[in-house]
């Protein structure tokens, strides 16, 4: 495989992988909107899009950060994984907040937060990491990871690595 067909296969995973931020970020707000307007919430949404993410950043640390830090990313990646654990700890709130039904707010309040953190970890992530990832990724990686994407599911026992 050519480096240009290489790069334009790894800038649509890029593309893909900023898809399901927004993805996961519509499906948060859709669910939060619900609950602000009293309507009925399905909790199937926000149960969709809190999976969504946790895949998501099992993808990235499984298949994109490897060759990133190899490159030389060590610290950007640091961060990231950092980042991770605590929107992990996010997920897991929210998902508690939901299970125990508490009131409509405070699952609101946790679900702000989140996207709080999203908006201020993807806005570093996407130019950054995905950016030098288009650059990185060799083809064998970036295949393994659109074959991921396609139809890969998050193992039910991994947690985001230690940072």
Not at 47 to 53: K, N, R, S, T
């Amino acid at each position: 495989m050519s480096n240009t067909q290489r790069d334009s296969g790894t800038a649509v995973l890029a593309q893909a992988l900023e898809r399901e931020h927004r993805q996961i970020d519509g499906g948060i707000e859709r669910f939060i909107d619900q609950l602000e307007k009293a309507a009925a919430h399905d909790p199937v949404l926000l149960d969709a899009a809190l999976g969504g993410l946790r895949r998501h950043i099992y993808v990235e640390e499984e298949f994109l950060f490897p060759a990133l830090r190899e490159a030389g990313m060590v610290m950007p990646i640091l961060v990231m994984q950092r980042e991770h654990g605590q929107l992990w700890d996010s997920i897991d709130l929210v998902e508690r907040l939901q299970a125990e039904n508490v009131e409509s707010r405070e699952v609101v309040e946790a679900c702000r937060t989140l996207l709080a953190q999203l908006e201020t970890h993807n806005a570093k992530e996407e130019p950054v990491i995905y950016g030098q990832a288009d650059r990185v990724l060799s083809a064998r990686a970036s295949a393994a990871l659109r074959r991921f994407l396609d139809s890969g599911a998050l193992p039910d026992t991994w947690v985001p690595h230690e940072w």
